[in-house]
């Protein structure tokens, strides 16, 4: 079987390896199909991620077909369609018990901390494989994984219908939440720098498309919500995004904070104290993938759009560098097996 692993920065090898082991009780073997690369993946293979020893195989957004099940698999069978849920957690902690386990203190994720997808096969915990459609190309059930990201974003802002959103970045996760928003019914303003990334939002149903470059954000902002947005969320993840989602927030918004960003962010106490806005985290995803499957068999996701190319598994190095040479226009590079 064919294995990516990423050997030195920016630098992935394709190797010829023995057949992976069989799956154990509980687990599956998965021929995998289609893997997405992940702003998670770009950082790695840049080198970025000092907590990720190499060689490594990275892909967490994977979909497949089941090969094996271990004893004990009664849920999914061999020949199965499925998409997988990265996030491993120990399970037994106060924090895992008390149903947070994407925020365990040991949470890991596939591809990143452990070998992940990029490879013709894997065995996972069976419970973390959900089966999909025949019907749905593995490319876009690829997709599985960001919009459980959205769906949890979602979830923790406790966004509804009524809600005026705005989104700041139309990457992959800002168009994968404002999907899911248009879905739900809310109003929804995203910004970004690229006017290729805002004609896919349009075409996703945004309400309001922004150039923050060449546009002005608050007025804009003002004028779609006055007085505020009810939700709002950096999409890209840094510092000062997150702070202009607090000041463009109405009073008691939820305010979504995703970044993995370690600089600090400058917040007057006082714009949170007088509008008791809510802010709060969100981290992959905490059992999301059941909706996100619903979504994806009701067909309300436009995830065919979100696939800006696909390359075969060999080519697999030349997609990193495409992807990050023309970050200004792909949404989602996915790689076949
Ligand atoms: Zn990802
Ligand atoms: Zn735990």
């Given at each position: 079987?064919?294995?990516a692993k990423l050997t030195a920065p920016e630098t992935i090898e394709l190797?010829?390896?023995?057949?992976?082991?069989?799956?154990?009780?509980?687990?599956?073997?998965?021929?995998?199909?289609?893997?997405?690369i992940?702003?998670t993946d770009l950082h790695i293979f840049k080198g970025e991620r000092?907590?990720v020893?190499l060689p490594r195989?990275m892909?967490?957004?994977?979909?497949?077909?089941?090969?094996?099940?271990?004893?004990?698999?009664?849920?999914?069978?061999?020949?199965?369609?499925?998409?997988?849920?990265?996030?491993?957690?120990?399970?037994?902690?106060?924090?895992?018990?008390?149903?947070?386990?994407?925020?365990?203190?040991?949470?890991?994720?596939?591809?990143?901390?452990?070998?992940?997808?990029f490879?013709?096969?894997?065995?996972?915990?069976?419970?973390?494989?959900?089966?999909?459609?025949?019907?749905?190309?593995?490319?876009?059930?690829?997709?599985?994984?960001?919009?459980?990201?959205?769906?949890?974003?979602?979830?923790?802002?406790?966004?509804?219908?009524?809600?005026?959103?705005?989104?700041?970045?139309?990457?992959?996760?800002?168009?994968?939440?404002?999907?899911?928003?248009?879905?739900?019914?809310?109003?929804?303003?995203?910004?970004?720098?690229?006017?290729?990334?805002?004609?896919?939002?349009?075409?996703?149903?945004?309400?309001?498309?922004?150039?923050?470059?060449?546009?002005?954000?608050?007025?804009?902002?003002?004028?779609?919500?006055?007085?505020?947005?009810?939700?709002?969320?950096?999409?890209?993840?840094?510092?000062?995004?997150?702070?202009?989602?607090?000041?463009?927030?109405?009073?008691?918004?939820?305010?979504?904070?995703?970044?993995?960003?370690?600089?600090?962010?400058?917040?007057?106490?006082?714009?949170?104290?007088?509008?008791?806005?809510?802010?709060?985290?969100?981290?992959?995803?905490?059992?999301?993938?059941?909706?996100?499957?619903?979504?994806?068999?009701?067909?309300?996701?436009?995830?065919?759009?979100?696939?800006?190319?696909?390359?075969?598994?060999?080519e697999i190095q030349q997609a990193f560098t495409d992807t990050l040479s023309?970050a200004?226009?792909?949404?989602?590079?996915?790689?076949?097996?």
């Amino acid at each position: 079987m064919r294995a990516a692993k990423l050997t030195a920065p920016e630098t992935i090898e394709l190797f010829d390896e023995p057949m992976i082991r069989e799956p154990e009780a509980g687990e599956a073997r998965v021929r995998v199909k289609a893997v997405g690369i992940c702003g998670t993946d770009l950082h790695i293979f840049k080198g970025e991620r000092s907590d990720v020893a190499l060689p490594r195989v990275m892909g967490h957004e994977l979909s497949g077909i089941v090969e094996s099940v271990g004893s004990g698999v009664t849920h999914i069978k061999e020949g199965d369609h499925v998409v997988f849920d990265p996030v491993v957690s120990c399970g037994i902690c106060k924090v895992c018990r008390s149903g947070h386990a994407n925020v365990c203190a040991d949470v890991k994720c596939f591809g990143v901390q452990m070998d992940g997808g990029f490879q013709d096969y894997i065995v996972v915990e069976a419970a973390k494989l959900y089966r999909i459609p025949e019907e749905i190309p593995f490319e876009e059930a690829a997709l599985a994984e960001p919009f459980s990201v959205a769906a949890n974003i979602l979830t923790r802002t406790a966004a509804t219908k009524e809600d005026r959103i705005v989104i700041l970045g139309a990457g992959t996760i800002g168009l994968a939440i404002l999907q899911a928003a248009k879905g739900m019914g809310a109003s929804v303003l995203i910004s970004d720098v690229e006017d290729t990334k805002l004609a896919i939002a349009k075409k996703f149903g945004a309400d309001v498309t922004v150039n923050s470059k060449t546009e002005d954000l608050a007025g804009k902002a003002e004028e779609f919500a006055p007085g505020g947005a009810d939700v709002l969320i950096d999409a890209v993840g840094i510092a000062p995004l997150t702070e202009q989602t607090v000041n463009l927030a109405a009073p008691t918004a939820r305010v979504a904070v995703i970044g993995f960003d370690g600089k600090p962010m400058q917040l007057q106490p006082v714009v949170i104290t007088k509008k008791e806005l809510t802010l709060v985290g969100s981290r992959m995803n905490n059992g999301m993938f059941p909706k996100v499957v619903e979504w994806l068999e009701s067909g309300c996701l436009d995830t065919a759009g979100m696939v800006t190319k696909s390359y075969p598994a060999e080519e697999i190095q030349q997609a990193f560098t495409d992807t990050l040479s023309d970050a200004a226009s792909t949404v989602k590079t996915v790689i076949r097996f």
